[in-house]
T-cell receptor, first 111, second 109 residues
Framework: NAGVTQTPKFQVLKTGQSMTLQCAQD?????MSWYRQDPGMGLRLIHY???????DQGEVPNGYNVSRSTTEDFPLRLLSAAPSQTSMYFCASSDRVGGYTFGSGTRLTVV | SQQGEEDPQALSIQEGENATMNCSYK?????LQWYRQNSGRGLVHLILIRSNEREKHSGRLRVTLDTSKKSSSLLITASRAADTASYFC?????????FGKGTHLIIQP
């Protein structure tokens, strides 16, 4: 049981490049969400999904897109990377009952 | 905006002592959750307390919830060096979680 798998673990982008952060869960969880964490801060919600085909914006959605074509996968796309998007990114999933299971994160640097 | 505000921001205690962290939140919640984060790693879910519960235990952890004061506390008893981490409270559910900035706990050997 892998839980929540995020790839890649590290990424360096140039300003203006686009990329997709991958997130997959094998627990058949309905709820999935993406967060960013800046130094010394708590996590801030970027986008979330309550099921396949359903996504919505969180607190800081600008510059990011998501889709949820399957229950298992919830990729996060950076459309045109900016230095302000340098951060640690976490994906998480949950069922209707308990807390969230988090992935180990992707450290993104935009230069 | 942050849902929760943890207090204190940093806490250093001796191994074996108890550690208490507090969380105040702004809006109504269905449940409140506590997470632990070791340096540079993902978050680990510790405990969830529902709005109709006042106290919950899990091993050395004790969480209280006072919905009238919009506050919660996390008590770690008999602390160990491995408890050194950042601790976050979070509110939310299907629509994701809203976190506080966390309490950084250091357990001195």
């Amino acid at each position: 049981n892998a839980g929540v798998t995020q790839t890649p673990k590290f990424q360096v982008l140039k300003t203006g490049q686009s990329m997709t952060l991958q997130c997959a869960q094998d627990m058949n969880h309905e709820y999935m969400s993406w967060y960013r964490q800046d130094p010394g801060m708590g996590l801030r919600l970027i986008h979330y999904s309550v099921g396949a085909g359903i996504t919505d914006q969180g607190e800081v959605p600008n510059g990011y897109n998501v889709s949820r074509s399957t229950t298992e996968d919830f990729p996060l796309r950076l459309l045109s990377a900016a230095p302000s998007q340098t951060s640690m990114y976490f994906c998480a999933s949950s069922d209707r009952v308990g807390g969230y299971t988090f992935g180990s994160g992707t450290r993104l640097t935009v230069v | 905006s942050q849902q929760g505000e943890e207090d204190p921001q940093a806490l250093s205690i001796q191994e074996g002592e108890n550690a208490t962290m507090n969380c105040s939140y702004k809006t109504s919640i269905n449940n409140l959750q506590w997470y632990r984060q070791n340096s540079g790693r993902g978050l680990v879910h510790l405990i969830l307390i529902r709005s109709n519960e006042r106290e919950k235990h899990s091993g050395r952890l004790r969480v209280t919830l006072d919905t009238s004061k919009k506050s919660s506390s996390l008590l770690i008893t008999a602390s160990r060096a491995a408890d050194t981490a950042s601790y976050f409270c979070a509110g939310g559910g299907a629509d994701g979680l809203t976190f506080g900035k966390g309490t950084h706990l250091i357990i001195q050997p």
